[in-house]
């Protein structure tokens, strides 16, 4: 936990700090694969970052998943699931063409004050049936170093982006004072 928390902490760069999230808490808790999913307010996943999955595997399976059945059940009701067969589960939907075969399953939300930032998808537990508790308590600890990583990169990128506008700002008043003093 320690490693995985250090490696995501210094990051600023969003889309790197979602990958390596993704790729710490695949690692973390030996899972064959991991996703992080990033729903938009209406509970629709916007952002699905993916570990395990090559390229091509990824391509064939086509778009990400919108956030309905099994995933979606995490999104609303934001809370872990265990679930040792997810075809089992009533509110498994079934798995796009393509898709690698998946059995046990782990899903955990990403919290920070002003709410769930994302969701941990966990999938087949390498050497073992299904995940445990404790695999689960793990996550969750993770998943609280995550949201923080997540909001730090946000606001770093909110940062860059105001630094932007007030450079323009900047030079467009000093382009009207030059053109003003041109004028005089």
Known sequence: LD?????????????????????????????????????????????????????ATRNEIGHPPQGRGLLGLIIREARAFRIPRISDHPASIGVPAHHPPMTSFLGVP?????????????????????FDEDDERLVELFAVHAGIAIETARLHAKERQLAVVDERDRIGRDLHDGIIQALY
């Open 3 to 55: 490693a995985a928390t250090r490696a995501i902490a210094g990051e600023l760069d969003l889309d790197r700090v979602l990958q390596l999230i993704v790729d710490s808490v695949r690692e973390l808790v030996g899972a064959r694969y991991a996703a992080l999913g990033i729903p938009d307010r209406t509970g629709r996943i916007t952002r699905f970052i993916t570990s395990g999955i090559d390229a």
């Open 110 to 130: 990403i919290r920070v004050k002003r709410g769930v930032v994302g969701n941990f998808y966990l999938t087949d537990k390498i050497e073992q049936p299904e």
